[in-house]
């Protein structure tokens, strides 16, 4: 195998796209293939070759990367074409489950294709760039083997042999994403209704948010050992800020859905007798007992 070895993407929305175009600009052989074959004009004038079908992707590479709407897509595309994919190398880009991801890798090995699972923590047009890191799992052997080509994509990250866990650190990364991204949208909010723009809000959020991430390692702290106590900014402290912020986005016209969940686990955990305890220990009402530290 050369370093410059083929690979086939099936899948041609904005990440398939990008992740074709930055294999293509490395100079490795690129068959695509789309439902739409009209998305893959552009990659065909750089240099790509279309496949007509699923079955003659698959064909002209050893590694494929799919990269389509969900599992269920992905499991209509291959299990067709099985025998066709033996011997070859599939990497799952599809956001799914862990046990989707698990399925699927029994599936694979089962008709003698090596799986690898991938988690992409980055958007389309940081494919290649820096800041873009991709988690992967499953057949480590197949995934050394491909690396030198995955790691044009981002920075690559392994975590281990059950093809579950890069989509499980992938969705728990997703989770912070979008919590924090929902806290902004009630600040703005909050703000809004007194006439400040939400891009202005964005630079005092930005700034206050990424002071707040130092603390990270302080919290998991907390987390892994189980003790929660503290004498800074407990429970109790932290109860009381949120019915304020509760009750000033309600005095302001603005719905607090977005705050109500984390007010509730801290009335949880205050009701529970562990007001003077860390803030950190909302985690005790969600997670499962299997987890807790001993």
């Known amino acids: ?21 930055v294999l293509l ?8 293939w789309n439902r739409n074959l009209e998305r893959a004009v ?9 496949a007509d079908t699923v079955v003659a992707a698959v064909g002209a ?18 299990e067709p074409i099985a025998a066709d994919l033996a011997g070859r190398t599939v990497v799952q880009l599809t956001t799914g489950t862990p046990k989707q991801a698990r399925e699927l890798a029994e599936w694979a090995a089962g008709h003698g294709i090596d799986y690898v699972d991938s988690g992409m923590m980055a958007t389309p047009p940081m494919i290649g760039r820096p800041g873009s890191t991709f988690l992967y799992s499953g057949d480590e052997a197949a995934f050394e083997r491909y690396r030198p080509a995955l790691d044009l994509l981002g920075t690559s990250r392994w975590f281990g042999a059950d093809a579950g866990l890069a989509s499980l650190y992938d969705l728990a990364l997703l989770s912070g994403m979008y919590t924090m991204f929902a806290g902004f949208l009630h ?31 302080y919290a998991a702290t907390f ?19 949120l019915d304020v912020i509760v009750q000033a986005s309600i005095d302001q016209g603005v719905a607090p859905d977005l705050v109500a969940p984390i007010h509730e686990l801290l ?15 909302i985690i005790e009402s969600i997670r499962p007992a299997v987890t807790r530290p001993a």
């Open 187 to 217: 600040g703005a909010a909050m703000v809004g209704t007194a006439g400040v723009s939400a891009a202005d809000f964005a630079e005092s959020a930005g700034d206050w948010l990424r002071a707040m991430t130092v603390s990270l390692p």
């Open 61 to 78: 590479s050893p590694l494929v990367l799919v990269c389509v709407l969900d599992y269920a897509a992905t499991r209509e595309l291959l």
């Open 25 to 32: 600009e490395a100079g490795h052989p690129t068959t695509v």
């Open 42 to 50: 552009d990659l065909v004038s750089q240099g790509a070759t279309r």
């Open 267 to 281: 009335a949880r955990q205050l009701a529970e007798g562990h007001g003077k305890e860390a803030f950190d220990r």
């Open 1 to 21: 195998m050369t370093d410059h070895h083929p690979v086939t993407v099936i899948g041609l929305g904005a990440m398939g796209r990008e992740i074709a175009r």
């Open 223 to 241: 987390v892994d050992s189980g003790d929660y106590t503290t004498d800074v900014q407990d429970v109790e402290f932290n109860k009381s800020a």
